[in-house]
């Protein structure tokens, strides 16, 4: 017996060696295709989330993962040429439209000498002298026309430059529009993400200032931008507008985060039970001013409104902002005022829809993305969400997109042009992107 088995393993043995050098495996290389599209050349026009803006300013790594930048690398792959973009110095802290400097992530002291992890300033001020230098170079034309602070309206307006500082350190003259620039390189595909900043500086502001663009005017603009970039037959995709409301900004402070001890509920009670106002142990709605709530025009805070990440937090803590002082309107957003404004974008999104119908152009979703990453969404093993700082998609500023959130709304234009094309743009990998930095 034992001599049949010391003939049997090798035999065993050799025949797994013969199998295992026949079943190497052959990889292979995926296949990519502009299928439809010219792919030669590409621009991108948008506001601050298409010019790379995070943290809240305009620095040179944020542009370096821009939507712009990062779509022109994968359309590289299927023909598309170089891509120039606008970039800040390279050791920039950055400049925020307020002229601030960028975010980091870094210690801060709260008035009640708890020390934890928020979003500070990198410097005292922002990188302002940045604005003030022209990099235009007629041999390098900017493909990335993302211009912080640019609503639709403003797209084919002369001069843009001397009211938009974002625009004017990249213009090719004084007089240009940043339609009139970013169509002479004559393009052959572009994609458009417009319309968050017709909207944003009013629901920032609480729905307290300016207003937004009315949809007439939002949609005889966009046309008109569409009706340009398609006249020499280039092809093109086109984005719906998310939900602002979605974002960390507006979603981080729950509505009944004024958490009372006993104390605190019979001083509060003893100030408001005489207009009808009463509190309770644990978790109550913030109080706010509201001219609509009666008499002495306060009230509480109901399920489904929001209040701003622009709350002065340490007079919460320590002040009593938002309980025997109310919220002022800049940092609430209310139900009748989240109707105005989804009602707003709903909208906005019907026409960039009938516009993408009309000019035969494809149609990208983010809106849907952000919805579902208001419960998490599963990206190559890695869970994102719209939880500010912790859910890894959106940068320190709650508003706009981190490297890696950009990356997977980059793949949701990929997405609308591979669909509406027959093409075969690779995919963006995500988790190859960084999210936030921890010191």
Sequence with gaps: MKQILHIFIPFVVGIGTLALSSCKPKYKTPETSAGEMNTSRFVMIGGSHTAGYMDDALYYDGQQYSIANMLSM?????????????????????VSASGMSRFKLGYKTDCLGVTSLSPVRLAPSGDVSALGTNVYASGQPFGNF???????????????????????????????????????????????????????PYVQSGAKNGSMTSTATFSAAYEQIVLSLTSNG????????????????FTTIPYNGLNLT????????????????SFQEGPNGFMIEDPGAGAFNVRHM????????????????????GSVFPFR?????????????????????????????NYNLALAKPNELVDKLQTGIVYNGVTLSAKFVSGGAFSLDGIHFNPRGNAIIANEFIRALNTKYNAKIPAVNAINYPSITFP
């Design 262 to 277: 006993p104390d605190k509920v019979t001083a509060l009670n003893n100030i408001y039970n005489p207009i009808g106002i």
């Design 234 to 249: 280039a092809k093109g995709v086109v984005s719906l507008i998310p939900d602002i409301t979605e974002m960390p900004y």
């Design 302 to 321: 109901v399920a489904g409104e929001l209040v701003l990440l622009s709350t002065p937090l340490d007079s919460v803590k320590c002040n009593s902002m």
């Design 329 to 357: 309107n800049e940092f609430v957003l209310t139900l009748d005022e989240l109707t105005v404004i989804r009602n707003q974008i709903a909208e906005y999104n019907a026409v960039i829809t009938t516009i993408a119908q």
């Design 146 to 200: 993302g211009i912080p602070g640019m609503t639709v309206t403003a797209v084919n307006v002369a001069s843009y430059g001397s009211a938009n500082p974002f625009f004017g350190r990249m213009s090719s003259s004084s007089g240009t529009s940043v339609l009139a620039d970013a169509t002479a390189s004559d393009p052959t595909c572009f994609a458009l993400f417009l319309g968050i900043e017709d909207m944003l």
């Design 74 to 94: 994968q359309l590289q792959k299927v023909g598309a040429g170089a891509f120039y973009q606008p970039y800040m110095p390279v050791n920039s802290v950055g």
